[in-house]
Each structure stands twice: as C-alpha cells, then as structure tokens.
C-alpha cells in the first residue's frame, strides 16, 4: 500500500510533507484512508507479517493495484 500512497500523492496531491496534520486533511489524505480501509477489509490486514504465506504475495500487489486504479479513476 505504501506504492498507493506515493502514486496517489503524486498524481493528487502534493509532494511536500512538512506538515502532517494539514496534509491528513487533505483530498490525498481521505484517498490514502479510503485505499487503507479497502485493502485491510478485503484481506484483514495491511502487515506483509501477518498477510505472508496465505496468498502469494503477488495477489496483494495485484490488489493493491486495483485498489489504486479504482480511486484515482476521475
């Protein structure tokens, strides 16, 4: 998910992060949250830890993807 964040501040948001609590009001901030509550609600868990061994790690990417494509579609 950490890739989403990078894309999603990228194309949406800003690349400046000197003031955290601005930016988690912020348009990308509620995208970030959003992307975070999909992923975790989908496959339980955001901790590579916790996900390792269930499914190849190639499907959380994968998902991770998709999850990315569907937010940042306009």
């Given at each position: 998910?950490?890739?989403?964040?990078?894309?999603?501040?990228?194309?949406?948001?800003?690349?400046?992060?000197?003031?955290?609590?601005?930016?988690?009001?912020?348009?990308?901030?509620?995208?970030?949250?959003?992307?975070?509550?999909?992923?975790?609600?989908?496959?339980g868990s955001l901790y590579c830890k916790e996900l390792f061994g269930k499914r190849p790690c190639s499907d959380y990417v994968r998902a991770a993807l998709e999850i990315l494509e569907g937010n940042l579609v306009d």
């Open positions: 998910m950490v890739g989403n964040y990078l894309v999603a501040n990228a194309l949406k948001g800003t690349l400046e992060i000197t003031d955290p609590a601005k930016y988690r009001e912020a348009d990308t901030g509620k995208l970030h949250a959003a992307m975070t509550q999909e992923f975790e609600q989908s496959y």
